[in-house]
């Protein structure tokens, strides 16, 4: 990993010596000397991390290399803080124009001495390599081309390979949960890390028949720094989405004695399944039991490494039987059987010359689900050569008794075997606390600000970092926590397991430090991940050397101020700031002086006004205002060229959506100065009009664009604009009224690699180039009030997955021909207001697996052929017509029960007096007969 830091230093040395043709001969000479020096450095670093592990020799040489790295880093950037000019024409910056031969003087002295130091360090540590250079075992192994076998699949959906030995403990589990109507109890299920607990209980909890027994269900993370506030406030939020009603204001407000007191009030007479997942200490069950109400045939579940706390909770709550199930590991057949589905291609087997190898590995691995996925990751793109290596190297890890040692040394085996450009990116990981999901586009986003990204040529870092994130999903390091309709990864996740090594592995290296209680900081900080609060840093010492410093926890829920937060570091070389849901109203004015800043979040912060001064942020990259209270940007923004990604908007919604329920920011014609942005969202038309509009083709590097607010007199702009983005992914355009015209029908050239589209408002006729857009994954069409079916027009498009028509279509007749939508897997369709039949002929839509039907108040029927959709998994009504719901009542004679009896979940939902009621039908279906198991009831 230390092979990072050099290659980013060694390009901040390169662009010292290019730039800075007044540095005296001599310090030129001898930056040069370090540059060089450093290259031979880079040769060893990379044999020197892949046997770290096994050499305390080499752990020691690495260190030094990536501290000098680091402080070479730091005196540059100083040097560059000193010498840089802020940008503006101000009384200060005038003044400050008098004497800058004078400030560079003194710079240029500065890091003379400095460069002078760092080299007898730098000529130390060259020299020093050779004395104990150990040999790298895997130096003679020609390395076979590496085949990714692509587990894309496995990671998005949670697939029978990784679920090998479940069905026994999840019948089980269901039926302690189910089986008669005792007082509330607490079913436990504890284990050793890595076990599987928290997959078998979640296929438990979305089991049909579970769901069918339990309306109010909620799953909660305890985890090891959980806040018992916002645990509780979580819970809160899910039991009122489960009744499609607001959260009380005062909520947020509450301590844990009324939160705890209201959910015990909520949950009376309700019959209800609670998970608290990852449960540590006895203390943190004591803490929120309370809340649970003694429901007749409620249950609590529990997932816990701790036996103590498994026998605990349930000898609070149950009456007779402790209801403890003990996950074991797999059988040896169990074991095999997932290894070789995890490491060999679909349907192969391992040969005799595979077999031995194989088999030695997985008996090392004792049975552990996530040690075999691990170093099935791992084995998947080796040679059989590279295997008989790995056998051996495990041998030290694995000699003691103590399992879950053994089970980290495997583990830690998939991170020495990464590339040494992942291995910052997924050290990274640990920065985010265990009970965050991860965002794909924020990781990226970062990555690239901490320089973890290396160019390449055709591509964007953006790019280029997916494909890093791609790399780790598929050795299995990361997991995918959610995704969009069409497919794309939203969220992803690490195992808990996991996340200790790299932590450990953080701290060691002085690559990040968390913040979970009162600490002293290291003396040398360069990433503080804030899990708690900034008061909880009893550390007076300013830290200069910080980089990044992002917080996950509000600072001070009391406090409207910012100087909690900033205010015990001095964040002067910062390069990441990340202050979500941060108390601030007001831009902190620190943060103007951070020259070096490529990563700013003010989300979801009630920050209002961006001030001029933003325009000092020169290097600024990404800059987050959703939702905040943000209506408009300075014209000074336009000094930031190096700006990627630009989001400014907000969503407003109550019950239904409306088509002013998303607001953007008043930009100037200046924001079409910033060519390299890959990200607008969202500018107001209205405000600029077709000035701004006209000149957003100049932005040929944009993959995203968000307007509101469009006028009918934008569009021969627009249409202008859009032929030029042939980078376009995403395009989203919302009218400023209903009524008002979309019009896109002089487009020339449609970007013919958009995935994502969004139009909101009236289209006089269906635009024609969307038929030609073979890359579209998702439409999403609103208020258009077409007067010929859009059907017709999009049956065709190759990779459609996800299709949404709100008052779209004034017929009365929608018709899904046989052929068409082959991809689509999401469909909803909703106020369509003349609409009496939808007709689906065999063979359209075969792989879809949601139908949303909402608000079509003519449709009294199910859409015809609806039986033939043999994939549906999701059958949604949302304020439908009662004569429609009672054609699939079971039992109602000439009714069309006999059409859905084969998918799975059915839900009917309507809107009363002021909040959603929900009532639900659950199947479960037997995969050979798709009859229902048991008879189902409305709830």
């Known amino acids: 990993m230390a092979e990072i830091a050099v290659n980013y230093v060694l390009d901040k040395l390169t662009a010292l010596l290019q730039d800075e043709m007044q540095l005296h001969r001599e310090v030129k000479d001898e930056a040069q000397m370090i540059a060089d020096e450093l290259e031979r450095i880079k040769a060893f670093l990379r044999d020197a991390d892949e046997i770290e592990d096994r050499s305390h020799e080499a ?143 979640k296929k438990v909890y979305d089991d049909a028949e579970v769901k069918l027994q339990f309306k109010y269900r909620a799953w909660i993370t305890v985890s090891t720094s959980f806040n018992m506030e916002e645990l509780l406030k979580d819970l809160v939020r899910q039991l009122y989405k489960v009744k499609r009603k607001p959260v009380p204001q005062e909520v947020e407000g509450m301590n844990e004695a009324q939160l705890r007191t209201k959910i015990n009030s909520f949950l009376q007479q309700k019959k209800y399944l609670i998970v608290l997942d990852d449960v540590w200490h006895i203390g943190d069950w004591d803490a929120v039991k309370l809340a649970f109400p003694k429901n007749s045939g409620s249950r609590v579940m529990l997932t816990t490494r701790h036996a103590e706390v498994a026998s605990a909770s349930c000898m609070d709550f149950n009456s007779d039987v402790t209801k403890v199930y003990p996950l074991n590991p797999l ?56 295997w008989d290596i790995i056998q051996r190297s495990l041998a030290d890890g694995l000699q003691e008794n103590d399992r879950l040692k053994s089970i980290k040394k495997i583990l830690s085996l998939s991170y020495y075997d990464l590339p040494y450009y992942l291995k910052s990116c997924f050290l990274y990981l640990s920065i985010f606390p265990d009970y965050h999901p991860i965002d794909k586009m924020r990781l990226i986003r970062l990555w690239i600000a901490e320089g973890f990204v290396k160019a390449k040529e055709g591509m964007t870092l953006e ?29 992803c996740r690490i195992h808990d397991l996991l996340r200790e090594i790299i932590i450990r592995k953080s701290s060691d290296q002085n690559f990040l430090t968390i913040v979970r209680e009162n600490v002293m900081l290291p003396e040398k900080v360069r990433r503080l991940s804030i899990q708690k609060s900034m008061q909880d840093v009893q550390d007076k010492q300013r830290k200069s050397r910080l980089r990044s410093l992002l917080m996950f926890r509000r600072v001070d829920s009391q406090s409207k101020s910012y100087n909690p937060i900033l205010h015990p570091l001095d964040l002067k070389l910062l390069k990441v700031l990340d202050l979500e849901g941060a ?161 896109l029908d002089c487009l020339s050239y449609p970007p013919r690699f958009l995935q994502r589209l969004y139009l909101t408002g009236k289209l006089e006729k269906f635009p024609h180039w969307i038929s030609s857009l073979h890359s579209l994954a998702k439409l999403s069409l609103k208020w258009s009030q077409l007067r010929d079916d859009p059907v017709k027009s999009l049956q065709d498009l190759p990779n459609l997955a996800q299709l949404e028509f709100l008052q779209v279509y004034e017929g009365e007749t929608l018709h899904f021909k046989a052929e068409g939508f082959q991809k689509l897997k999401i469909l909803s369709l909703d106020k369509m207001d003349g609409l009496k039949t939808v007709i689906v002929d065999v063979g359209a839509m075969p792989l879809l697996e949601k139908l949303i039907l909402q608000r079509c108040k003519l449709l009294h029927s199910l859409p015809s052929g609806i039986e033939h959709l043999r994939k549906l998994k999701l059958l949604e009504f949302w304020d439908m017509p009662a004569e429609l719901i009672m054609t699939i009542r079971l039992g109602i004679e000439g009714g069309d029960y006999w059409k859905v009896e084969h998918v799975p979940e059915i839900n009917t939902t309507y809107w009363t007096d002021g909040g959603w009621d929900v009532y639900s039908l659950y199947r479960s279906i037997d995969s050979e007969n798709p009859a229902p198991t048991r008879s189902p009831y409305w709830k």
């Open 59 to 201: 752990v020691a040489w690495v260190k030094l290399v990536r501290e000098v790295a680091n402080d070479i880093e730091d005196a540059l950037d100083e040097y560059n803080l000193r010498v840089t000019r802020p940008p503006g024409g101000d009384l200060l910056a005038s003044l400050q124009n008098i004497t800058p031969s004078i400030k560079k003087i003194i710079a240029r002295h500065q890091i003379a001495t400095e460069i002078q130091r760092i080299k007898f360090r730098v000529l130390s540590i060259a020299e020093g390599h050779d004395r104990f250079r150990p040999e790298n075992p895997m130096a003679d192994i020609k390395i076979a081309p590496k085949t990714w076998h692509s587990r894309r699949q496995d990671a998005l959906l949670l697939e029978e390979a990784d679920l090998v030995g479940i069905e026994i403990p999840k019948k089980e589990l269901i039926g302690w949960l189910l089986q008669g109507d005792t007082e509330r109890e607490v079913v436990s299920v504890v284990g050793m890390g890595g076990l599987g607990k928290t997959t078998l209980v």
């Open 331 to 386: 059988s040896p057949e169990e074991s095999w059987t997932l290894f070789c589905r995890k490491t060999f291609e679909k349907n192969r087997s391992p040969d005799s010359n595979w077999k031995t190898a194989s088999e030695s590995i997985l008996g090392r691995c004792e049975g552990l689900p996530l040690a075999i996925v691990a170093i099935s990751g791992v084995l998947a793109t080796k040679s059989i050569d590279e």
């Open 463 to 491: 790019e280029v970092a997916e494909a890093y994130f791609d790399e780790l999903l598929n050795r299995n390091l990361i997991q995918v926590a959610g995704t969009t309709g069409e497919g794309r990864i939203k969220t």
């Open 583 to 743: 108390p601030l109203e007001i831009f902190p004015n620190e943060i103007f002086k951070l020259i070096h800043l490529k990563y700013l979040s003010l989300r979801s912060t009630k920050i209002k006004i961006i001030p001029s001064s933003i325009g000092n942020l020169q290097n600024l990259e990404t800059l987050d205002l959703k939702n905040t209270c943000v209506t408009a940007l300075p014209a000074e923004i336009s000094r930031l060229q190096k700006l990627r990604h630009l989001l400014v908007y907000r969503y407003e919604v109550q019950s239904y959506a409306h088509i002013n329920s998303k607001y953007g920011f008043k930009a100037t014609a200046h924001i079409t100065r910033l060519q390299s942005l890959q990200k607008l969202c969202f500018i107001e038309a209205d405000h600029g009009g077709n000035d701004i509009i006209k000149e957003l083709g100049c932005l040929n590097q944009l993959r995203r664009l968000g307007i509101v607010n469009f006028r009918t007199e934008n569009g021969v702009a627009l249409c202008s604009s859009i032929d030029k983005l042939n980078n376009l992914r995403a395009l989203s355009i919302t009218s400023i009224e209903e009524d008002e015209i979309i019009n």
